[in-house]
């Protein structure tokens, strides 16, 4: 029952997955208890399923309640309990608390370098995530300094040509936009696109996002030398 309200969320079938997703919790809690590991997952992924439905504050709330039953079930260090405090952390960054997000991704980041090492996946995308929230409070410097690190350790180990790479390249090209670097923008920009025509191919929805980054970007320069 599980694995097939999954299958229709990530079919964006959002409105079948959802009493699916709910007589699934509410049989677990039933039958294993509110706070079996089982139970847990259920209700982490009904609170997915609210946040791509835009439903930001219930998600909030599940996602709390799952990482606090988390952390006194199996631990503050088990994989599963990172994980929901690094999804709270993304809900509240969708509802543009950045604040409130940045101690979560902080923490996140620190127990997955302190598990699974700094070069893992997992840890790479929690660096991003606190990149993102520091951009957004305009910290600027120390948001760089992570893009930086990101990008360089996702050349060293998945290589230049991983999807990741350019993600990562796009990344600290849109931090520099943000910041007017033009040049720097515009370089970084170009890269990503090369890649991504290499890697995804030209049609590739990421390929042609990177396309109209750097077309907005031609007249903002055509502007400023004018």
Known sequence: MNDFALLLLYQIKYDEANPIFEQTL?????????????????MSNLSLLLMRQGKYKEAE?????????????LGKEHPDTILSMNNLGGVICRQKRYIEAEPLFRQTLTHRKA?????????LTCMNNLALVLKNQRKYDEAE?????????????SGREHPDTPTSMNNLAGLYQFQGKTDETKSLFQKTL????????????D???TVKDLATLIP??????G
């Open 26 to 42: 509410a049989l677990r809690e039933k039958v294993l208890g509110k706070k079996h590991p089982d139970t847990l997952t259920s």
């Open 61 to 73: 709330s599940i996602y709390e309640r799952t990482l606090a039953l988390r952390e006194k079930v």
């Open 115 to 123: 598990i699974s090492g700094e070069e893992h996946p997992n840890t």
């Open 145 to 157: 300094s992570i893009y930086r690190q990101t990008l360089t350790l996702r050349e060293r180990v």
């Open 194 to 205: 090369a890649l991504r025509e290499t890697v995804l191919g030209k049609e590739h929805p």
């Open 207 to 209: 390929t042609l996002t």
């Open 220 to 225: 903002t320069q055509s502007q400023s030398s």
